[in-house]
């Protein structure tokens, strides 16, 4: 219990990561009650109400506090509905690639041999295809659904966390530790769980984190290619498609569903980085990218 | 912050609100560069300069650049001889690594500007099911970013003396 109340009292001082968590609870709460908070249905369309400005601009309407679209689509609706797709495609994405990497990164870590050698390589040639381009090419492929977009993005992370886990296992000074109880008659299963995941799991949590903020962006960005959930569902990428065409005459088209992905994404960032220094100071600000290429071949 | 949300910004600013300073979209001069340069430059720029950073500041506080500046050297002088040779190699790693990753920021940037580029190509082939193209587009962007990163690798033998090509 020390450890949380130590952690509760760290976060009261560290004013950035309060801001940050409040953004996180916020968005959750507005995906989770989206349907009690939005003041109408997200896809009826109202041609007549078509492009209201939001309400504190001349012409605005009280009923639509962040105006309409160009089918009369209430944007704050559409907005509180984005939060779900956002919030779960990021979730899901990342539990499935963390999951994925941490089972693949122990069996190239614990069992070595050429099966090591296989995911690893899979795994470099992985990282050198930029996610955008790999989400282009697959979705056009395999046609645009929500489970391709989560298959697609949590194919993209899987390596960080294999690698993560495989170089603990490796690079531990306890990596002769946690062999002895295997000679000592331990199962397999037993040393994984209880002598190597435990080691694992703070840059885990870590890397975890600012991954959901990069797939919150990258669903954006297909989205906004017309490459996410199709329409009519609301997603934030796709409104700021959208918008894009009309900028001249409906800024806050464009405008809203922006500041909606820049805060969430700064605000899981912002407890990424209270997390990182909590429960791993040394990892490096660079995990939370891909690490380059060139460290990434045997010395 | 997303780039391509910071693209549509700097339109509604520049374009729209100050009544056509610079252009919306398209290429042709110079003046169309500058919106899109921005807003792709814009994602990455934070990391180039936390990287170089510590590089700066711990050489400008050690031995190598302080003795110029007792000389009577001026400090902006002291900062590029001495500190910024020192910074380049963390920078060229991450200049490289952006370089290839604003292949894929490109993809995005170009529809925002409508830039007839490679990105922008990929992006109407994808919509259009053009499978040929592509196929093509994805093998000549993983084309590029292997020459980018072999040409960061050989830019580490200019930029640090301990590197040795053979």
Request: charge should be positive.
């Amino acid at each position: 219990m020390t450890g949380a109340a130590t952690a509760a009292r760290r976060l009261g001082r560290d004013w950035p990561a309060l801001l940050g968590l409040a953004v996180i609870i916020l968005s959750t709460v507005a995906a989770v009650a989206a349907p009690a908070l939005a003041p109408t249905d997200p896809v009826k369309n109202d041609l007549l109400a078509r492009l209201t400005p939001p309400m504190w601009v001349t012409g605005g309407d009280r009923a639509h506090p962040l105006g309409t679209d160009t089918l009369g689509r209430d944007v704050l609706s559409r907005l509180l509905y984005g939060a779900r797709v956002s919030l779960v495609i990021g979730l899901t994405a990342v539990v499935l690639a963390g999951a994925a990497g941490v089972v693949l990164g122990l069996i190239a870590g614990y069992y070595r041999g050429w099966l090591d050698d296989v995911l690893m390589r899979v795994g470099d040639i992985q990282l050198a295809f930029p996610v955008l381009l790999l989400g282009v090419a697959l979705l056009s492929v395999l046609g645009a659904s929500l489970g391709n977009l989560i298959a697609v993005l949590a194919l993209s992370g899987w390596v960080t966390y294999a690698r993560i886990v495989r170089g603990k296992r490796c690079r531990s000074p306890s990596a002769s530790s946690s062999r002895r109880p295997a000679r000592l008659g331990a199962r397999d299963g037993h040393v994984i769980r209880r002598h190597i995941l435990v080691n694992v799991w703070p840059p885990i949590i870590v890397v975890a984190t600012f991954s959901v903020a990069r797939v919150i962006i990258a669903e954006a960005s297909l989205s906004f290619l017309g490459l996410g959930i199709p329409p009519p569902a609301p997603s934030w990428g796709a409104m700021l498609d959208e918008g894009r065409n009309y900028l001249t005459t409906g800024w806050w088209l464009a405008l809203f569903p922006g500041l909606a992905i820049l805060a969430v994404v700064l605000g899981i960032n912002l407890v990424g980085d209270w997390l990182r220094d909590l429960l791993d100071p040394r990892l490096e600000r660079g995990m939370r990218t891909r690490a380059p290429i060139s460290n990434a071949r045997p010395s | 912050m997303p780039g391509f949300w910071l693209g549509l910004m700097l339109i509604l600013v520049f374009a729209v609100e100050l009544k056509g300073l610079l252009p919306a979209y398209g290429s042709g001069s110079l003046r169309h560069l500058i919106l899109p340069a921005v807003a792709l430059a814009a994602a990455p720029s934070p990391r180039t300069c936390a990287s170089s950073a510590p590089g700066c500041s711990r050489c400008s506080s050690r031995t190598t650049s302080a003795p110029p500046a007792p000389r009577g050297r001026r400090s902006a002088s002291c900062l590029y001889r001495h500190a910024l040779k020192n910074a380049a190699l963390p920078f060229v790693t991450v200049a490289g690594l952006s370089l290839g990753f604003m292949l894929s920021g490109a993809i995005i940037i170009e529809t925002v500007f409508s830039w007839p580029g490679l990105g922008r190509l990929l992006v109407q082939a994808a919509s259009a099911r053009d499978f040929p193209v592509i196929q093509a587009g994805v093998f000549l962007f993983g084309v590029i970013f292997v020459l980018v990163n072999l040409a960061v690798d050989l830019l580490y033998a200019v930029v640090d003396p301990q590197v040795r090509l053979s």
